[in-house]
């Protein structure tokens, strides 16, 4: 039987179980505000199809819409912080997540135009949430990159990001740890001190 996942509460509702064709409609597009919840949708549909690391790529790519921060969609489905912050701290053990923290290290260092800052920056956003929420996960020592601290990551969101992004981003770490019961891994709350975010 296949697996079934409770709802994302941070992520709009599905239609049915959606597809590659629900962003593939927006290849010769701009991918504004549309795809923005498009991305949003399709993210809620794999996570509750149990498909945890797919969800959190399609979170990926809500993040490099092209938004201005007025948009209807954003007042309804604020940037998706929470959510991603959801689906690593819900995610069972056993499912298949990747793992995230090396995931944004290699993402924030890579990452290419259009809006290549607010893009990096926001990889380093989900690098802090996920080193929050599961402190266990290794980085990639073969990648040489400098990792930056809270503050930084916060005063970078001021710069590049959208109006009242780094509020949003702060108060899910706030949150992070108290989210729910972390199905995989150890909670922050049980993190030694060295192993979380310096701000």
Not at 25 to 36: I, L, P, S
Not at 43 to 63: K, V, Y
Request: aromatic share 10%.
């Amino acid at each position: 039987m296949p697996l079934r996942f409770p709802p994302c509460p941070t992520l709009p509702v599905a239609p049915g179980e959606l597809d590659w064709r629900t962003l593939h409609a927006f290849r010769e597009q701009h991918r504004r505000a549309e795809f923005y919840a498009a991305c949003l949708a399709y993210a809620q549909s794999l996570w509750t199809r149990g498909l945890a690391a797919r969800a959190m790529l399609c979170l990926d790519r809500a993040f490099s819409a092209e938004l201005q921060g007025d948009e209807a969609e954003l007042r309804w489905w604020p940037l998706p912080y929470a959510a991603m912050a959801w689906i690593i701290t819900h995610t069972p053990d056993g499912v298949f997540m990747g793992n995230p923290r090396v995931h944004f290290q290699h993402y924030a260092g890579r990452v290419n135009e259009p809006r290549k800052e607010q893009r990096r920056w926001r990889a380093w956003a989900c690098w802090a949430l996920t080193r929050r929420i599961r402190p266990d996960l290794p980085a990639d020592p073969r990648h040489a990159i400098v990792e930056p601290t809270a503050a930084e990551i916060e005063a970078r969101l001021r710069q590049h990001g959208l109006p009242g992004e780094p509020e949003l981003w702060r108060e899910v770490m706030g949150s992070a740890s108290t989210i729910g019961p972390t199905l995989g891994g150890r909670a922050a709350e049980s993190a030694p001190a060295s192993d979380r975010i310096r701000g």
